[in-house]
């Protein structure tokens, strides 16, 4: 069964600093896709970036990147330039292959940011 | 209204009631999903369906029941609350051929 870990339960960066965001994951697919979702105060899931495992290329998305590194099964966000409106939980998640033929997400616990200016 | 949404929004039920939680969609999705929200799990699948008519457990599905009539609709049911049941749900839906899960806006759940 896929598995990911979000060791991070909270983080902390001032405005306009980079901050990395870890996420791990455990699967026998070679086939899979990678997610970051972010859950403001609001409640409301936004989805982010998506790196799929035969991507060559580290995703990108404004100020969003992700750091895929296959062999070491991680899939870090790394956000850039942080502001005040990124403070929010983060949710890392896998793209699961179901016996159905079709996919489910599997996701981590999350980490909380809190950027201060 | 375009998109996907829950309805209620907000929900306080009894111990022991039966409850809907309403899911509608107007993209025509193949897919839909129900998630619970809990302080230090995460979001967990309850069920999931393919089109209309097909259903599957997820990770959680104890004490849940779903349909789908119609493939706009995906309606969550628990047949008889339970407070361990108290939590955020949410519907997902997903295109065939695409990766992204869209969302809807929650439903905060309290059974007392």
């Known amino acids: 069964a896929q598995k990911i870990t979000q060791t991070q339960p909270g983080m902390f960066v001032q405005e306009k600093e980079a901050v990395t965001l870890d996420c791990t994951y455990d699967?026998?697919?070679?086939?899979?896709?990678l997610f970051w979702y972010k859950q403001p105060s609001s409640g409301e899931m936004i989805f982010l970036i998506y790196?799929?495992?035969?991507?060559?290329q580290n995703a990108t998305e404004g100020r969003y990147s992700l750091n895929f590194q296959k062999a070491r099964k991680s899939a870090n966000l790394v956000i850039s330039a942080s502001q005040l409106g990124d403070s929010a939980m983060y949710f890392c998640a896998m793209r699961d292959a179901s016996n159905s033929g079709y996919s489910t997400l599997t996701f981590g616990k999350g980490t909380m940011l809190l950027v201060s200016p | 209204d375009a998109g996907i949404t829950q309805s209620p929004r907000y929900k306080i039920t009894e111990t022991g009631r039966q409850v809907t939680l309403m899911c509608h969609q107007t993209w025509s999705h193949s897919y839909m999903f129900w998630y619970r929200q809990d302080l230090g799990h995460g979001l967990r699948l309850i069920y999931y369906?393919?089109?209309?008519?097909?259903?599957d457990k997820g990770e959680v599905p104890d004490g849940y029941v779903v349909s789908r009539s119609k493939t706009e609709n995906f309606p969550l049911t628990l047949e008889s609350a339970t407070r361990s049941q108290t939590s955020v749900y949410f519907c997902?839906?997903?295109?065939?051929?695409?990766?992204?899960?869209?969302f809807g806006p929650g439903t905060r759940l309290t059974v007392t």
């Open positions: 369906s393919a089109a209309a008519d097909i259903t």
């Open positions: 997902a839906s997903l295109s065939r051929g695409l990766y992204e899960q869209y």
């Open positions: 790196q799929g495992s035969y991507d060559e």
């Open positions: 699967t026998s697919d070679q086939s899979y896709g």
